[in-house]
Each structure stands twice: as structure tokens, then as C-alpha cells.
Nanobody, 127 residues
Framework: EVQLQASGGGLVQAGGSLRLSCAAS????????IGWFRQAPGKEREGVSC????????YYADSVKGRFTISSDNAKNTVFLQMNNLKPEDTAIYYC????????????????????WGQGTLVTVSS
């Protein structure tokens, strides 16, 4: 059974930090691109950062460049999103997803595509 378990969300003040985790199981991790997406109330889901598990290539949305960092622990099939200098506009439900093959990480983010999706974790940034 494929599972993507997102965790790490919470309430933080503007300027603060959070680290999200996405634990993957049930598929060959290195074959997939893994991405973080978010959906704010009344808005469409958007790609935040996506990652190629095979070679480490990354994509970041312009709105998070320089503040967010995606990384992975391939031995544990886990992808992280370190979020620094958070802003109220970062408030959203954050989802992780997986798309095959891993080279599709860019397409995955800009087209909001995924074969598998996690359940989401809420990030709230207060001003």
C-alpha cells in the first residue's frame, strides 16, 4: 500500500520556522519525484518545491526561494521541507506527493501533478 505521511505543521509567528516531513512507503522511492504543494483557503493548490529522488535536482516556486529548502533522507524514504522566515501568506494546508519518474520534478510542481498524495498538514503563520 502506497502511503505518504506528511507531518510537522503548526502555528508559528511571522519570521519563524517549521520543518515538514513526508514519510513515503509502498513504492520505490528513487524512481519518483517528491514534491510539496500547498492550498490556501479559496485558492488553488500550487507547487512549492519538488525534488528528484534519483539525482537531487530541485525546483522552488518564486514565492519561497531563499526561504524554503527541500531535502531528503533516502535511507528513510523521507523528504523534508525546511521553512524559514515564514510569512502570513504561507498559511495553507501543505501536501506531499510523488510522481514517476523522478525526472518529472519540474513538471510536477508547475503542473501540480502527482501519482500519489498525502493527507496534508496545516501551517498557520500569524502576523
Amino acid at each position: 500500500e502506497v502511503q505518504l505521511q506528511a507531518s510537522g505543521g503548526g502555528l508559528v509567528q511571522a519570521g519563524g520556522s517549521l520543518r515538514l516531513s513526508c514519510a513515503a512507503s509502498g513504492f520505490t522511492f528513487d524512481d519518483y519525484a517528491i514534491g510539496w504543494f500547498r492550498q490556501a483557503p479559496g485558492k488553488e493548490r500550487e507547487g512549492v518545491s519538488c525534488f528528484s529522488s534519483s539525482d537531487g535536482s530541485t525546483y522552488y516556486a518564486d514565492s519561497v526561494k531563499g526561504r524554503f529548502t527541500i531535502s531528503s533522507d533516502n535511507a528513510k524514504n523521507t523528504v523534508f521541507l525546511q521553512m524559514n522566515n515564514l510569512k502570513p501568506e504561507d498559511t495553507a494546508i501543505y501536501y506531499c506527493a510523488a510522481l514517476r519518474p523522478s525526472e518529472t520534478y519540474y513538471y510536477m510542481c508547475v503542473q501540480t501533478q502527482g501519482d500519489y498524495w498525502g493527507q496534508g498538514t496545516l501551517v498557520t503563520v500569524s502576523s
